[in-house]
């Protein structure tokens, strides 16, 4: 059977992610443990910041009736790190009309949600960011038992000096989660300091 997939999913989140570069200190910096609320899983991670990024309701409409619901959380506040931005999305899916799929379905649809989900956010963010000559580099990692896809953007901005959002995509039946972490290219420290935040990704069930 054939199913339309869902495909712009992240597209205001991308949009809103926009804001000045920063340099990072010689050292790492010191982190501190952030809890970032989903609908159904909570995602701990350590940040150079305690954020107070609020939820915003990003579910779109064309979903099939797939998602019931995406939110969003985006912090531009300047801290140690240099990051540029980071933001975390939380798609919470209909198990039911997930585990309902066949096995090919459901191979089909994990696969487009995810071109599509990419896809859109690289566009848009790019775009949203004033950049233009866009590059995605793309692996798969495990980070705490979990597998996920990690996705360097790298796009010149307006200012025409190189940026990375390291985007990872976290895949679940239940809830899908998308996290992105900005910084300028040449900033060594930023990207190390990116890594071992997204090296310390935990996902736990509410």
């Not at 019931?68 to 933001?87: I, P």
């Not at 995509?169 to 998308?178: A, F, K, N, R, V």
Request: aromatic share 6%; with cysteine; charged share 25%.
């Amino acid at each position: 059977m054939t199913r339309k997939i869902p495909a712009i999913l992240a597209v205001i989140l991308c949009l809103i992610l926009a804001a000045g570069c920063s340099r990072m200190s010689e050292t790492a910096v010191p982190v501190k443990h952030n809890v970032i609320e989903g609908d159904v899983t909570e995602m701990k991670i350590d940040l150079p910041v305690q954020t107070s990024a609020k939820a915003q309701n990003l579910t779109p409409t064309d979903t099939q009736g797939f998602v019931v619901k995406q939110l969003g959380y985006v912090d531009k506040s300047k801290n140690a790190a240099g990051f540029t931005a980071f933001g975390f999305s939380p798609i919470h899916l209909d198990t039911d009309k997930v585990n309902a799929l066949t096995p090919a379905e459901k191979k089909a649809f994990a696969e487009g949600m995810e071109k599509g989900i990419i896809k859109t956010f690289t566009s848009g963010y790019v775009k949203g960011m004033n950049g233009h000559n866009s590059t995605i580099e793309h692996k798969d990692i495990t980070i705490n038992g979990v597998d996920m896809h990690e996705y360097s953007v790298g796009y010149q901005g307006k200012d025409n000096k190189e940026h990375v959002a390291k985007t990872l995509y976290i895949p679940s039946d239940t809830e899908i989660w998308l996290v992105i972490i900005d910084y300028p290219k040449d900033d060594t420290k930023a990207a190390q300091q990116a890594d071992k935040c997204l090296s310390s990704i935990k996902l736990v069930k509410k």
